[in-house]
Structure formats: C-alpha cells, structure tokens
C-alpha cells in the first residue's frame, strides 16, 4: 500500500509540474498563480520521494501531544484550503451560464498588450468578442483598459486595433482608456455608456476564470449584465486559474 501511495504523490507531484511549468517556459509567465502551484506540486513530489521517511515523521509526531495539535491544525488548514478551492471553482465556471440575449453592450475587459499587440490571454477575450460583434451587426463595443507601468501603449488602443483589423468597424468600438483593474474596467465604461446613451445591459467579455469575480463587481456597481466566456489556453491556465482563487478570497473578505 505504501509503494503504491508514494507512486500516486509522485505523479501527481510531476503533472502538476508540468501544468504550472508549461506557462513559464513556453509563454514566459510567472506569477503568484503558477508560483503556488510549483510549491505544491514539489511538496508532493518530495512526500512521495520520501514516503517512507515522511511516514515515520507523521508518527513520531502523534507521539507527541504537542505534535498531535500541530498535525491536527495542519490538516485542518489543508481541508479548508481544499473547501474553499472547490467552492470558488464552481463558483468561477458557474458564472459564464448566464449568456447574452444579444442585445447587450459589449463589454471587453482590459488584459496585458505588448507591442506585437494583445498578449494570447487577450486575444481570446476579442475573439469571443468578434464572434458576438459578427453574430449581432448592431452591437457596440467597450474595450477597456489603461496603459500599465510594463505595456508600450493603453490596452484598450491595442484591442481596438485588433478588432478593426479583422473587420469590425471603428464606429462600432468606444475606447475606456483610462482604467487599472477590473472595478475601474466596468465602472468608466458605464460612464461611456451613461455618455453616449448606449443601452445599459452590457455584456462582460473575459476568460473563463475571471468572470465570477468580474460578475461580482458589477453587482456591486448595480451593472445590468450577462456572459461571453473567452476560453483560456490550456498552457496557461494553471497560472491564471491559480491567481484567480487568491483575487475571489480577497474579493469574499475584503473588498465585499
């Protein structure tokens, strides 16, 4: 039974290396999403490289009353971790059920650019967006976003460009130029909507991970709106999906 638990931490310990590696290596990101994920996947590697000696340790522990309580409270921390992970990714996928009718705002929420133009992320945020733009000829768009300390330009002028450049007319697109994070994407492109007396239901255009979060908000903003889920690539969402579920808890406690 052991040789067989130490088999299962390792493989688990090498897939989910490999899952959080994969964006480093071939997309260049690092951030505290992947970061997470390399730390918990190596500590499973190294339990199922060192099963046995760690066995022992768990035992010599409960020896102890001392360690009983620590081991206690460890397990504890791990159940809850494990809880909330579950709870937010239901909550995360949950979100994007509520689909547009088509007659919504667009609403595209702002995401890094580089100078070759939108990062891959992006890009798929505006191809969810420029199927919906194709499907419903009378739409309007918001793309959002300011010019980060790290981006040569303000995103929203490099999705606007991305989208004219595969047809979509520049009339049909408003630029929110000016916006840091997610709060400031949807509230000062009400104020663009509020402006040129474009219909108040709007519908939120972002990658899959982010628009429970982004729903959140809008809630928050009394913001009338709906779903288009952009689908992540596969080599990047360990990062994306890992970050997400410190921004919801931070979202639950504290900006709530």
């Not at 931490?9 to 990101?29: E, H, M, Q, S, T």
């Not at 007659?103 to 133009?117: C, D, I, K, Q």
């Not at 002028?157 to 949807?186: F, P, Q």
């Not at 969402?237 to 919801?248: G, K, Q, V, W």
Request: hydrophobic share 45%.
């Amino acid at each position: 039974m052991g040789v067989y638990m130490a088999l299962l931490f390792i493989i688990i310990g090498i897939l989910g290396l490999i899952w959080c590696l994969i964006p480093r290596i071939v997309y260049g990101v690092l951030n505290i999403g992947n970061i997470t994920g390399i730390i918990v996947f190596l500590a499973f590697l190294a339990i199922g490289i060192f099963y046995k000696r760690f066995k022992a340790f768990i035992k010599r522990t409960r020896d102890r009353k001392a360690g009983r309580i620590f081991l206690g409270a460890a397990e504890l921390l791990v159940a809850v971790i494990a809880v909330f992970t579950i709870i937010e990714t239901i909550c995360m996928f949950g979100a994007s059920r509520k689909g547009p009718d088509g007659t919504e705002t667009v609403v595209v929420l702002g995401s890094y650019v580089n100078r070759a133009g939108p990062s891959i992320m992006t890009a798929t945020r505006l191809n969810a967006a420029y199927d919906y733009l194709t499907a419903h000829p009378d739409a309007v768009c918001i793309v959002t976003g300011g010019q980060g300390d790290n981006e040569p330009w303000p995103e929203a002028d490099a999705m606007c460009d991305y989208l004219v450049e595969r047809g979509i007319s520049a009339d049909r697109i408003y630029k929110e130029r000016e916006s840091k994070n997610t709060r400031e994407n949807l509230k000062f492109a009400e104020n663009i909507i509020e402006e040129h007396s474009l219909n108040k239901k709007i519908v939120i255009v972002s990658n899959e991970f982010h628009l429970y979060r982004a729903g959140r908000i809008a809630d928050r903003l009394d913001i009338d709106h709906t779903y288009i889920s952009a689908h992540s690539p596969w080599g990047m969402f360990s990062s994306f999906y890992i970050r997400e579920l410190y921004a919801i808890l931070a979202d639950w406690f504290v900006y709530s």
